[in-house]
């Protein structure tokens, strides 16, 4: 079980996360849970570091960050002792969970899980703060924003967990964001793959990073709320959206008179930028000087369009970067500009990203068109394609983005049916 940090903010908000917690070993089940710090913690804790040294150690800095999840690791197992349920807290550094050494952004290489399982199997319930581990040289590493997902992930895949809840603000994957699209629907499974491309594209529900573990390590994975009453039925009774494989999601779907849905989700992301460079020479290695110093500046480059080369041997060259990168886009690329050889840089921050994910969509076609047709006839223009097996990406202007969505889901048959039909 994993609790993040709205479910952990403050005294009674993690009473709640232990009692929740306490019903599912009543119910028969050896728990292990991790934990996030409380809401706004970590952002304090950086802003602390920040204030010590704007060019602060790595190594240092981890200690200090992961110090949020180690409190509310130690607060919920005496609220689990207060109701009665033996329990303790293990620190990334008591399992261990060993990482590399890369500081701020560690990844994770093995768990030590015996004493874990020995202690799980004496009725304990092991309280994990996520987040954090410990290098080779044991010194405290941090994993990254969204870490502590992937730690619980870990965690479950180590101790061949049957099933991974990630609890959290909302309960379950929906279609498409329910306050744009008020018929949005929960689903009831999505598979790896499906949610990997949905996390990508916007999709706030689960870090990218912990679907890939899961889908790695073959980690059923379940999202579901943390806040809902205390007399309500146990998670298992009222499941949030189960996250499997392929071959788990054929069983799922036994018993369905029909197909699968063809399209699973829709996404929008307003964090993007266009970048346009004019009159780039037409030559091997020309695109190359664009992308390669974004590359070592560790800006991510999403769509790409290259137009038809002209008459003399010019082309233009379109692509899209995150929308917090584009200042430093901008600088990079005017630092550039001879050894691109670019005529002109255009740039526009208000564009956004809207995609519709489904595996459906690998047997099935006109996916695409059915997408391009819908808007249009809404009179939205399309600046930008990028396409997966699972995914159609398209970038328009920022200020149509909730009709776009709205207009899709409708397309794709994806609205929720009124409860009296």
């Known amino acids: 079980m994993k609790f993040g940090g709205t479910s952990m903010a403050g005294t009674e908000r993690i009473r709640r996360v232990a009692r929740i917690v306490q019903r599912q070993q009543a119910a028969g089940h050896e728990v292990a849970v991790v934990v996030s710090a409380m809401s706004g913690e970590t952002d304090r804790l950086v802003n602390f570091c920040r204030e010590a040294d704007p060019l602060y150690d790595p190594a240092e800095y981890d200690v200090v960050v992961a110090a949020g999840e180690q409190v509310t690791s130690g607060l919920l197992a005496m609220h689990l002792q ?73 965690v479950a895949a180590a101790i061949k967990a049957d099933r991974c809840d990630i609890y959290t603000d909302v309960d379950g994957v929906y279609t498409t964001d329910p306050r744009i699209v008020a018929k949005a629907r929960k689903l009831k499974s999505v598979t790896y793959e499906e949610m990997l491309e949905l996390a990508s594209v916007g999709s706030k529900v689960l870090q990218t990073r912990s679907v890939g573990l899961a889908m790695k390590e073959g980690v059923r994975v379940q999202v579901l709320s943390s806040f809902i009453d205390d007399d309500a039925p146990a998670a298992d009774t009222i499941p949030g959206t189960m996250i499997v494989s392929d071959e788990e999601l054929a069983k799922f779907q036994e018993g369905l008179d029909m197909e699968r849905q063809l399209i699973t989700g829709i996404a929008a992301d307003k964090n993007e930028a266009k970048v346009t460079l004019t009159r780039v020479p037409d030559r091997p290695g020309a695109v190359a000087a664009i992308f390669s110093p974004l590359a070592a500046a560790n800006i991510n480059v999403d769509m790409i369009i290259q137009n038809i080369a002209k008459d003399k041997g010019e082309t233009d060259v379109t692509f899209t970067v995150p929308g917090a990168d584009l200042a430093r886009t901008q600088a990079l690329l005017e630092g550039q500009k001879e050894a691109i050889g670019y005529y002109r840089m255009i740039s ?15 047997s099935h076609a006109g996916v695409a068109s059915t997408m391009f047709r819908s808007l249009a006839d809404r009179g939205i223009n399309i600046q930008a394609i990028s396409t997966s097996e699972i995914k159609v990406s398209v970038l328009i202007d920022e200020d149509e983005t909730e009709l776009a969505v709205r207009v899709l889901h409708t397309a794709y048959g994806l609205d929720a049916k009124d409860e009296a039909a």
């Open 82 to 154: 207060a109701l009665g349920s033996k329990a303790r807290s293990w620190l990334g550094w008591q399992l261990p969970i060993h990482t590399d050494d890369a500081h701020a952004k560690a990844r994770i290489e093995s768990i030590d899980s015996d004493a874990l399982l020995a202690s799980m199997a004496a009725g304990e319930i092991a309280v994990i703060p996520g987040f954090q581990g410990l290098t080779g040289d044991n010194r405290i590493t941090t994993l990254g924003r969204g870490g502590s997902d992937t730690s619980a992930v870990a």
């Open 348 to 362: 526009d921050g208000k564009v956004a990203k809207i995609s519709v994910v489904g595996v459906g969509m690998k």
